[in-house]
C-alpha cells in the first residue's frame, strides 16, 4: 500500500496564478483532509470531507476550495495564489472521524512570490 | 490559541535519556493523540488515548491522561537518536452538528536526540 500521496512535491507559483494539489489514498478511509503547516503555528485544518461527494470547511478555509468527486481522491484548489498561501500542505485521512488517527501525505511545500 | 499546548517547546537530551513532553488543553476531549514528525516529512501517528483511559504503552512511549487537569505525557524512555523529531499532541473533541468532531493539533515540541 502506498498510503497517502501527494503531487506536487514543491511549486513555485506568482501572486494570482492558480493550481491544484493532488492527494489519493488507497486505504478506502471515508475522511479526508487538507492541512497548513506554518512555523510556530502546529497545523491548521483548511477544508475536510466525511465521504466521497462532500466536502465542509475548516478553520481557515478562505482562498482556497476542494473537490472530492472519488473517494480515494481530495483535491485542493488555489484560484488566486497570494503569498499568504506560502506553507506546507499535508493531506491526511482516516477511517472515519476524530476518534481515529490520522494517515498523512509527505507534504506539498508551495511557495508564492 | 490552540487547544493542545505543548511544553517545552524544544527538548535536548543524550541518547538513552528520557524525554518528557507535556500536552495541555482546555476544553473537554473524547481522545487525545500524540504524533511525530521527522524533518521535511508527514507526520505519523504514535498512539491514541480516550479519555476514559489513564495510560497506554506503545513500546517504549507511555503516555498518561489527566481529565482533571486537562493534561496529557508522552515518555520516550532510553531515547535514541533516531527519535530526534518534533512531536504534537491532538485532542480529539465532538463538534455539535458536524459528523467529523475536531482535532486539534498543538504547536510541537522540538526534541532534539544527541548521540
Known amino acids: 500500500n502506498a498510503g497517502v500521496t501527494q503531487t506536487p512535491k514543491f511549486r513555485v507559483l506568482k501572486t494570482g496564478q492558480s493550481m491544484t494539489l493532488l492527494c489519493a489514498q488507497d486505504m478506502n478511509h471515508e475522511y479526508m483532509y487538507w492541512y497548513r503547516q506554518d512555523p510556530g503555528m502546529g497545523l491548521r485544518l483548511i477544508h475536510y470531507s466525511v465521504g466521497e461527494g462532500t466536502t465542509a470547511k475548516g478553520e481557515v478555509p478562505d482562498g482556497y476550495n476542494v473537490s472530492r468527486l472519488k473517494k480515494q481522491n481530495f483535491l485542493l484548489g488555489l484560484e488566486s495564489a497570494a503569498p499568504s498561501q506560502t506553507s506546507v500542505y499535508f493531506c491526511a485521512s482516516s477511517l472515519q472521524g476524530y476518534s481515529y488517527e490520522q494517515y498523512f501525505g509527505p507534504g506539498t511545500r508551495l511557495t508564492v512570490t | 490559541s490552540q487547544q493542545g499546548e505543548e511544553d517545552p517547546q524544544a527538548l535536548s537530551i543524550q541518547e538513552g535519556e528520557n524525554a518528557t513532553m507535556n500536552c495541555s488543553y482546555k476544553t473537554s476531549i473524547n481522545n487525545l493523540q500524540w504524533y511525530r514528525q521527522n524533518s521535511g516529512r508527514g507526520l505519523v501517528h504514535l498512539i491514541l488515548?480516550?479519555?476514559?483511559?489513564r495510560e497506554k504503552h506503545s513500546g517504549r512511549l507511555r503516555v498518561t491522561l489527566d481529565t482533571s487537569k486537562k493534561s496529557s505525557s508522552l515518555l520516550i524512555t532510553a531515547s535514541r537518536a533516531a527519535d530526534t523529531a518534533s512531536y504534537f499532541c491532538a485532542t480529539g473533541s465532538f463538534s455539535g452538528g458536524t459528523s467529523y468532531g475536531k482535532l486539534t493539533f498543538g504547536q510541537g515540541t522540538i526534541l532534539t536526540v544527541h548521540p
Open positions: 488515548i480516550r479519555s476514559n483511559e
